[in-house]
Nanobody
Framework: QLPLVESGGGLVQPGGSLRLSCIGSGFNLEGYTVAWFRQAPGKEREGVSCLNGRGDMTDYVDIVKGRFTITRGKNTVYLQMNNLKPGDTAVYFC???????????????????WGQGTQVTVSS
């Protein structure tokens, strides 16, 4: 069993919204640096957003800025995705690590814990 569990993916029309959730399986994500990655068919996995351990600093890849928001709840990290586009179609993965990646976080795949992914499909 993978240490992280994602949920919230699905099929949505362009312009729609989804909220992805990531929880630790058997451990609390509090204090962990957490990131969301995605991988579309035939493409490399890319970082989308990340959140530092305190939950007070975030970073986003340019293509999702203003549309996606990463937040931390009680043992859960969320990715709110608004104004979704067909190009956002991918499997979305949550990743976490006890280490800090100053100055904020990293969207490189350097995280020690990963989930199995959740499919997001944006199509009319």
């Amino acid at each position: 069993q993978l240490p992280l569990v994602e949920s919230g993916g699905g099929l949505v029309q362009p312009g729609g919204s989804l909220r992805l959730s990531c929880i630790g399986s058997g451990f609390n994500l509090e204090g962990y640096t957490v990131a969301w990655f995605r991988q579309a068919p035939g493409k490399e996995r890319e970082g989308v957003s990340c959140l530092n351990g305190r939950g007070d600093m975030t970073d986003y890849v340019d293509i999702v800025k203003g549309r996606f928001t990463i937040t931390r709840g009680k043992n859960t990290v969320y990715l709110q995705m608004n104004n979704l586009k067909p190009g956002d179609t991918a499997v979305y993965f949550c990743a976490a690590d006890r280490r800090a990646f100053p100055p904020v976080c990293t969207m490189l795949p350097r995280y020690g814990y990963w989930g199995q992914g959740t499919q997001v499909t944006v199509s009319s």
